[in-house]
């Protein structure tokens, strides 16, 4: 999704502006753009392409300057070209606004500048709302009253940040449905899409709410509300350093994401222990306020939310369903006050995944969302909040954050158990002694993968497979759909993810000798009906991949490659036996010389619904 970028102080406002942007390169674009205000002139500089473009661009005709904003733009309305890339100035060239989000009301706005008499150079949505800044100011030479009045006027989801040679100290952000976010730094401020693009400079930072709108100066910041009344803000400190958002020498995000999963899930267990062993509250919720629960999530996260089902329905005996966000609204779910909505977000700015929320909230449900990234709009809207420490997560192929969210889920399911009286301690602590030894049974996998390479071996003979089948059966099902959506998220190779036993009702036709076949195999209720679907490949001459534990003969017999996990417990055993499927993805991906962190159409938070 689009990137905002702004910086007004002491420094080279062009270099820090580059800098940020290219630290949300992860989030997907297509043209990227930047204005600056120099000696009473603006500035404006835009390419279609990758940000390198645009700092050649910026090397031809260099300026400094103290104030400006910045741009990558994934386009929506409008093909991406340097026309339609964003900053878009106004008729009289004073004014310069970014914007991620959607306006809905463009066309008719847009119609009625027109016959204003405004002039509109580009197909975009966002233009129509520099013009009417310009539009307002006819009715007050006051800029941010203008620009309260119009954003007022905007319908549809909107993180504005701009600036104006009407005030040249400023920049004026507004929010609604979109994430925003305002760095503090020392004579310097800095306004956002994300907090990684100024994490290099400062990690005390102000979330600004919908229908906010704050005046950003290198000596101040101001924030109001849409009556123009001023708020207070908390300021809030990011506990994620700048080396976490880095690739400390490995190939790309992604595979350095695998390789921190050991650490990611020791410090999910450790950071949410204290709850766990209620020594502090998981404040918001009520174990016995609700008798049904509901997730809704999407993505990667959404298969976090299909394996909970299996925690919370055999642990608690509390009836769950989980629900893709996109869908919950329009199915009218039965939802009511004893309902308990659990969201599932890495980045807790899925556009989708707040509207399930909001509706579920609507009809007085109580919501716990289980969320990465602090202070995202997710946290802030749920009662109860459960964070995962995966750290930033850059790479859009998500890896770390969905261990963590199971660790997290896992760890939740427990204490519900615990509080219900549905499960005995004992065995509880029997789980808590298992999830504690999950992240060195990764590490053990991962090192044994750094030495000899297995996966990377079967990835070297199959990226050139034109399709591929993930297989998997009860706990290890969602792990076949995980396996599937991360192949064919950066590889662009077509897979599917289906329970092993539903095979014959239909995917079996597609298997033939050219087709892998990747088999979740390892140790648990189902193992033997799974090894009676691995026959059934066999014998349609498919080439089987086996992800399952040492020591199972017939697996070992019957598979043709073999990939070897420790054995954890059954409900953990999703933890690790993901992490070679993320490999397998990763490598397949990068044996096509792909761009593995950030894979064509993809957004690292898709922010509109
Ligand atoms: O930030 P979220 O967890 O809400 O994101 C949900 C999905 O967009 C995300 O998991 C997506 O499917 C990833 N690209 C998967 O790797």
């Not at 009417?132 to 030479?141: A, D, F, G, T, V």
């Amino acid at each position: 999704m689009c990137g905002i970028v702004g910086y007004v102080g002491k420094d080279n406002a062009k270099d820090v502006i580059v800098d940020g942007l290219k630290r949300l390169e992860y989030r997907g674009y297509d043209s990227a753009g930047i204005a600056l205000i120099v000696d009473g002139e603006l500035f404006t500089y835009k390419r279609q392409g990758k940000i390198r473009e645009l700092e050649i661009e910026l090397r031809r005709k260099p300026v400094y300057s103290n104030i400006g904003i910045g741009h990558t733009r994934w386009a929506t309305h409008g093909k991406p070209d340097d026309i339609n890339a964003h900053p878009h100035v106004d008729c009289s060239g004073k004014i310069a606004l970014v914007h991620n989000g959607i306006i809905e009301n463009y066309a008719e706005l847009r119609r009625e500048l027109l016959q204003k008499g405004h002039r509109f150079t580009s197909q975009t949505d966002t233009e129509v709302i520099v013009h009417l800044i310009e539009e307002e100011l006819k009715n007050s030479s006051i800029f941010f009253k203008a620009f309260l009045r119009a954003v007022k006027k905007l319908h549809g989801s909107y993180a504005l940040a701009v600036i104006t040679l009407y005030q040249p100290d400023t920049i004026f952000v507004a929010r609604k449905d979109s994430p925003l976010v305002i760095g503090l730094g020392d004579g310097e401020n800095f306004v956002a899409s994300d907090v990684p693009a100024f994490l290099s400079y400062t990690n005390r930072v102000i979330f600004l709410d919908d229908f906010e709108l704050a005046t950003v100066k290198s000596s101040g910041i101001f924030v109001f509300n849409f009556d123009g009344e001023e708020v207070e803000k908390k300021v809030v400190t990011i506990p994620w350093s700048l080396s976490q958002a880095e690739k400390a020498g490995y190939k790309h995000f992604m595979l350095k994401e695998i390789n921190e999963q050991p650490r990611a899930v020791a410090d999910t267990i450790s950071g949410n222990l204290s709850w766990f062993r209620e020594e502090t509250e998981l404040e918001g919720i009520d174990p016995f306020g609700f008798n049904r629960i509901q997730i809704v999530a999407c993505g990667t996260s959404y298969h976090a939310g299909l394996i909970a089902k299996f925690y919370l329905e055999n642990f608690v005996r509390i009836p769950v369903e989980v629900d893709y966000a996109s869908e919950y609204r329009y199915r009218d779910p039965i939802v009511d006050e004893k309902t308990l909505v659990i969201s599932i977000t890495q980045s807790g700015e899925t556009a989708d995944t707040l509207a399930a929320m909001r509706l579920a909230k609507s009809k007085g449900a109580r919501l716990l969302t289980v969320c990465n990234v602090i202070g995202s709009t997710a946290t802030r809207e749920a009662d109860t909040v459960i964070y995962t420490y995966a750290g930033p997560e850059i790479s859009v192929a998500s890896t770390k954050a969905f261990t963590t969210q199971l660790t997290a889920l896992f760890l939740f399911s427990l204490w519900i158990a615990r509080e219900r009286g549905t499960m005995k301690n004992e065995k509880i602590e029997g789980y808590l002694k298992h999830l504690l030894e999950v992240p060195s049974r990764i590490e053990a996998f991962l090192s044994l993968e750094r030495e000899k390479g297995a996966v990377k071996q079967i990835a070297l003979e199959f990226y050139r497979a034109k399709d591929a089948l993930y297989l998997g059966r009860n706990v290890n099902y969602p792990i076949a759909l995980e396996g599937a959506l991360k192949l064919k998220e950066i590889s662009y190779i077509h897979a599917e993810g289906y329970p092993a036993g539903e095979m014959k009702h239909g995917p079996i036709a597609l298997i033939d000798e050219k087709v892998p076949v990747v088999f979740v195999a390892t140790k648990g209720k189902v193992l033997d009906k799974v090894v009676s679907n691995i026959e059934e490949v066999k014998a349609r001459k498919g080439r089987v991949i086996a992800v399952t534990n040492p020591g199972i003969k017939k697996v070992k017999e019957l598979a043709e490659f073999i990939i070897e996990v420790p054995e954890v417990d059954e409900y953990l055993s999703p933890i690790v036996n993901v992490v070679p499927l993320q490999l397998f993805a990763y490598y397949i991906a990068d044996f096509l010389g792909y761009d593995v962190d950030q894979p064509r159409n993809l957004a690292k938070s898709v922010t509109v619904e």
